[in-house]
C-alpha cells in the first residue's frame, strides 16, 4: 500500500495517525525503552519554540520515536541529526522523514555514541541545538553524557519528568537539592518552560512531565581551579545526606580530619552544616581550598 507523504507537520499529534503509521509498521509498544510518544499539538509547538531555532542552526535529538519532534525541528533547522535506540522504528521513521535530505536518523544508543564523532555533521551550522521528548529511565545519564562530550551546544531542550525538572533548578537548602543540580547548574542556567500532564502522551507515563531549557553557558557561574575535585566534593557531600558536611567529607573522601578542618576554615564553611545547604560558590571554596593546601 502506498501512503501520503504527511503534509502537515503535526498530523502525528493526532493519536489515531500516530496508532494507524505505527500499526502499518507492524511496531510494538517497549516500555522499558520509555516510548511515550508526545500527542499534544500545543506541547509540542511550545516545545520546539523552546529551543528558538534560527535557519541556519543544527538540531540533535534523542529518540525521535516516530518523527513528530524531528519532523517540526526540520522545518526550521539547517541540519538535524536524530538518535533512536529502537530499530524497530527505521521504516516509521523512513515514511515520517521522506523527502527530508537535511535529516538523518542514527540508529544507536545515544549513551554508547562518540558524540565528538556526530558533531562533524553540523560543521556548517552557525549553533548546535539538543532537542528531546528523553525516555525517562535514562535521563540523568543522557543529561551527563551530553554535558561532558566536550562539543559546542547552545541549548538542551528536553521533556523529564517533573520531578527531575525540579531537581534541574532547585536552590541550596531545597528538598530537592543534589548532586545533579549543582551538575547542571554548573554548566548551564535553567528555566522551567511548561508542565505537561500525562494525557500528553501515548501511551501516558505513570508521573507528570516538565520541559526545561538548559542554556549551556560560556563559562562556568564559578571560577573553579579543580574540577574534578569539585565535582567530588559536590558527590561526596550528598551522597550521606544526614551526615554533616565535615563528616560526609572525610568518609567520602578519606580526608583526614585534620586536613578536612583546615579546607573548611580556609573556605569558610562550617564544617557543620549538611552538603544540601552549600551553593556552587561554597564548593568551589571547598574545592579550591583543597587545591590550596595540597599543592606542593
Ligand atoms: N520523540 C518522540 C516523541 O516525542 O513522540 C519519542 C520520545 S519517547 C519519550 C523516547 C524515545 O527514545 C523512544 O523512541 C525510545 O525508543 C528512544 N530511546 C530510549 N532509549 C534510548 C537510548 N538509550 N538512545 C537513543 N534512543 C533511546
Known amino acids: 500500500m502506498t501512503t501520503q507523504p504527511l503534509s502537515n507537520p503535526f498530523a502525528l499529534a493526532d493519536p489515531a ?11 510494538t509498544w517497549k516500555k522499558r525503552l520509555g516510548q511515550n510518544f508526545l500527542i499534544d499539538a ?66 544507536a544508543d545515544v549513551l554508547k555514541l562518540r558524540l565528538p564523532d556526530v558533531w562533524g555533521r553540523f560543521h556548517d551550522c552557525a549553533g548546535v541545538k539538543v532537542i528531546a521528548n528523553l525516555p ?32 534541574l533548578a532547585a536552590a541550596p537548602g531545597s528538598k530537592d537539592y543534589g548532586a545533579l543540580s549543582v551538575a547542571v547548574q554548573y554548566r548551564c542556567s535553567v528555566e522551567r518552560v511548561l508542565q505537561v500532564r500525562a494525557g500528553a502522551f501515548l501511551p501516558p507515563p505513570e508521573v507528570d512531565s516538565a520541559v526545561v531549557r538548559l542554556r549551556v553557558r560560556g563559562e562556568p557561574p564559578v571560577a573553579v581551579r579543580d574540577e574534578q575535585m569539585f565535582f567530588r566534593v559536590v558527590r561526596a557531600a550528598f551522597a550521606t545526606r544526614r551526615k554533616t558536611l565535615a563528616n560526609a567529607l572525610t568518609g567520602g573522601l578519606e580526608w583526614s580530619k585534620e586536613l ?7 573556605a569558610g564553611v562550617d564544617g557543620g552544616r549538611r552538603g ?10 571547598v574545592a579550591d581550598a583543597w587545591a590550596a593546601l595540597t599543592a606542593t
Do not use: N
Request: with cysteine; proline share 4%; net charge positive.
Open 260 to 266: 578536612c578542618a583546615a579546607v573548611l576554615a580556609r
Open 136 to 167: 525517562y529511565y535514562v535521563t540523568t545519564p543522557i543529561l551527563f553524557h551530553l554535558l561532558e562530550a566536550g562539543v559546542r551546544m547552545d541549548s538542551i531542550v528536553v521533556m523529564v519528568q517533573r520531578e527531575v525538572a525540579q531537581r
Open 276 to 285: 544540601e545547604t552549600l551553593s556552587l560558590q561554597e564548593f568551589a571554596a
Open 17 to 27: 495517525v500516530l496508532k494507524g503509521l505505527l500499526r502499518r509498521h507492524g511496531f
Open 42 to 107: 500545543r506541547v509540542l509547538a511550545r516545545l520546539i519554540d523552546a529551543a528558538e531555532l534560527r535557519p541556519d542552526d543544527g538540531v540533535f535529538e534523542v529518540g525521535p520515536g516516530a518523527g513528530v519532534v524531528t519532523r517540526l525541528a526540520a522545518t526550521r533547522a539547517r541540519r538535524v541529526v536524530a538518535v533512536e535506540k529502537d530499530a524497530c522504528l527505521r521504516p516509521v521513521l523512513a515514511e515520517v522523514l521522506a523527502g527530508l535530505p537535511h535529516v538523518e536518523v542514527v540508529f
